[in-house]
Nanobody, 126 residues
Framework: QVHLVESGGGLVQAGGSLRLSCAAS????????MGWFRQAPGKEREFVAT???????DYADSVKGRFSISRDNANNMVYLQMNSLRPEDTAVYYC????????????????????WGQGTQVTVSS
C-alpha cells in the first residue's frame, strides 16, 4: 500500500510558475512508475506527465516544454515543475503510482495507476 500526498498548489498569474510535490509513504517509490494527472471542472481527468523507474519522462503535448517531472527516490518524492502557466492549466492536480516490474515503463492512462493522492488545486489567473 502506498499513500500519496500532494502539495504546492495555489493561485498564480498567467506566465508564473509553481512546483508541485508528491510525498509517498508506505512503500519505496523506486518500485513505481509515477505520473501526474489533472482534472478541470466539468472535464475528465487527463494525463500530464509520467516518469519511469529509470527516470525517463514524457508529457502531454499541452504541457511539453513548460512542465517537468522529476523524482527523488531516496526521499520518496515526486515533483512537477510548472512554468509559463496558462489559465487553461487551472485544475486539480493528482499524483499517481503504478506498480511495475519494467524499469523503463511509462504509463499514460489513469487505469494504469494503482494509487492516487487526494489532489491539489492549481488556479491560474489571466
Amino acid at each position: 500500500q502506498v499513500h500519496l500526498v500532494e502539495s504546492g498548489g495555489g493561485l498564480v498569474q498567467a506566465g508564473g510558475s509553481l512546483r508541485l510535490s508528491c510525498a509517498a509513504s508506505g512503500r519505496t517509490l523506486s518500485n513505481y512508475v509515477m505520473g501526474w494527472f489533472r482534472q478541470a471542472p466539468g472535464k475528465e481527468r487527463e494525463f500530464v506527465a509520467t516518469i519511469s523507474r529509470g527516470g525517463s519522462t514524457d508529457y502531454a503535448d499541452s504541457v511539453k516544454g513548460r512542465f517537468s517531472i522529476s523524482r527523488d527516490n531516496a526521499n520518496n518524492m515526486v515533483y512537477l515543475q510548472m512554468n509559463s502557466l496558462r489559465p487553461e492549466d487551472t485544475a486539480v492536480y493528482y499524483c499517481a503510482a503504478d506498480i511495475s516490474r519494467l524499469y523503463g515503463r511509462m504509463s499514460y492512462g489513469a487505469s494504469d495507476y494503482d494509487y492516487w493522492g487526494q489532489g491539489t488545486q492549481v488556479t491560474v489567473s489571466s
